[in-house]
């Protein structure tokens, strides 16, 4: 089995910065991409931030110039960081590993952290 654990989230200012961590466990041959997203209360859940195992990134349009991703393969941890935070980019933040494969030539399918909630408010 694989897990994905989040941690770094919580209330901040607007303006402030927050750092997210993920970490993936498990049985882990390789994971193409891992990524964050975001759901606010009301509105679907979008992609905020990807990063394949190349180092290729891929950003929402609302968040360039503010986040950075980041990834460390050999321990299959994902960041996000996250400066200049605004009351909008309050939301639950998904971490998500992307076409994990657990073998070789084990099937690949993603995977989803439980979330953490950032919240930017004065």
């Known amino acids: 089995q694989v897990q994905l654990v989040e941690s770094g989230g919580g209330l901040v200012q607007p303006g402030g910065s927050l750092r997210l961590s993920c970490g993936a466990s498990?049985?882990?041959?390789?994971?193409?991409?891992m990524g964050w997203y975001r759901q606010a209360p009301g509105k679907q859940r979008e992609l905020v931030a990807s990063?394949?195992?190349?180092?290729?990134?891929n950003y929402a349009e609302s968040v360039t110039g503010r986040f950075t991703i980041s990834r460390d393969n050999a321990k299959n941890l994902v960041y996000l960081q996250m400066n200049s935070l605004k009351p909008e980019d309050t939301a639950v933040y998904y971490c998500?590993?992307?076409?994990?494969?657990?073998?070789?030539?084990?099937?690949?399918?993603?995977?989803w952290g439980q979330g953490t909630q950032v919240t930017v408010s004065s």
């Open positions: 998500n590993a992307g076409q994990l494969r657990s073998s070789r030539w084990g099937e690949v399918r993603d995977y």
């Open positions: 498990g049985r882990i041959f390789s994971i193409n991409n």
């Open positions: 990063v394949t195992n190349s180092g290729r990134t």
